[in-house]
């Protein structure tokens, strides 16, 4: 088995190298969505996203229990978290305001209303990117970890059967975030060290 170290910097982007190694796949069949409504936070968010769900919110609002209109009108879209950081509101301490349902599945009202043509924004990156937590330094560092959670052992299971490492099935939100050029350098880096002879 190839030996890599933990950390690789990648185009000045920090990563975990688990980001190469452990395998995953969401699979929505078996866990309905449970990341919009387990946890004891909401999903970080920027300034420039705040803006963005802002905008979207008249489009989206109908979508939304009554009880995560009420949060939104006591404190808004966003708060700061026991850490400090920028998260979407929650209902109940734990579910994010945007979750709406489908049957037994937790859909993003956000994600529902850009696939449908009706908003130009689809949802935070840091959804996007989950499994992959983003962490910023106070000198722009930027540091990509896997973030490993109970409720997505299913996810890991189906990535493990389809052998999709975690960077490649967030091929798409990755491109969002860092560009093309980033992304298929860290294809290439994933490459080189993956095949490397056995340490």
Request: glycine share 8%; charged share 25%.
């Amino acid at each position: 088995m190839v030996k890599l170290p933990p950390i690789l910097d990648v185009g000045g982007v920090l990563i975990s190298s688990d980001l190469l190694t452990e395998q995953f796949c969401c699979d929505y069949e078996k866990c309905k969505g449970i990341c919009c409504v387990e946890g004891d936070a909401g999903a970080p968010v920027t300034m420039d996203e705040i803006a963005n769900i802002e905008e979207a919110l008249d489009t989206v609002w109908g979508d939304l229990s009554a009880q995560a209109q009420a949060v939104i009108d006591q404190q808004g879209v966003a708060y700061n978290d026991r850490d400090g950081d920028l998260v979407t509101s929650i209902v109940g301490g734990k579910d994010c305001v945007f979750t709406c349902y489908d049957g037994d599945n937790c859909l993003c009202a956000l994600e529902r209303a850009f696939r449908n043509g009706k908003t130009r924004f689809c949802k935070p990156i840091s959804c996007a990117l989950y499994p992959i937590r983003e962490k910023r330094f106070h000198d722009g560092t930027v540091a990509l970890n896997y973030n490993r959670w109970k409720v997505c052992e299913d996810a890991v299971k189906k990535g493990q059967a389809l052998g999709l490492p975690v960077y490649r099935f967030l091929k798409e939100p990755l491109t969002r975030r860092f560009g093309s050029e980033w992304y298929d350098e860290l294809c290439a880096v994933a490459d080189q060290l993956l095949t490397s002879p056995v340490l």
